[in-house]
């Protein structure tokens, strides 16, 4: 069974910066592509940045330049950095694993708010 657990989400002011980790297990890691997204308030999910296999990775324009999407294979590990975080970052963030057209697991979501 495959689970995906995010963590290191909260609450940020305006300009700070905030890692989050998603904690992949039940599945062979390093053939996933790894992603994150995010879903605001009244807004559709959205895709944030994706890493392949390869770690070939591509990001939304609305984030690029601020955050940095990794991975970890040896430790089941997928990573997004996010600096200079504003207003509009405030989401529910997702960790997605994806291989081929049938393999499609989410996590449950880690909240990040960005507030003074």
């Known amino acids: 069974q495959v689970h995906l657990v995010e963590s290191g989400g909260g609450l940020v002011d305006p300009g700070g910066s905030l890692r989050l980790s998603c904690a992949a297990s039940?599945?062979?890691?390093?053939?996933?592509?790894m992603g994150w997204y995010r879903q605001a308030p009244g807004k559709q999910r959205e895709l944030v940045a994706t890493?392949?296999?390869?770690?070939?990775?591509i990001s939304a324009d609305s984030v690029k330049g601020r955050f940095t999407i990794s991975r970890d294979n040896a430790k089941n590990m997928a990573y997004l950095q996010m600096n200079s975080l504003k207003p509009e970052d405030t989401a529910v963030y997702y960790c997605?694993?994806?291989?081929?057209?049938?393999?499609?697991?989410w996590g449950q979501g880690t909240q990040v708010t960005v507030s003074s």
């Open positions: 997605n694993a994806r291989f081929g057209l049938r393999d499609d697991f």
């Open positions: 039940g599945l062979i890691f390093k053939m996933y592509t």
């Open positions: 890493i392949t296999s390869g770690s070939s990775t």
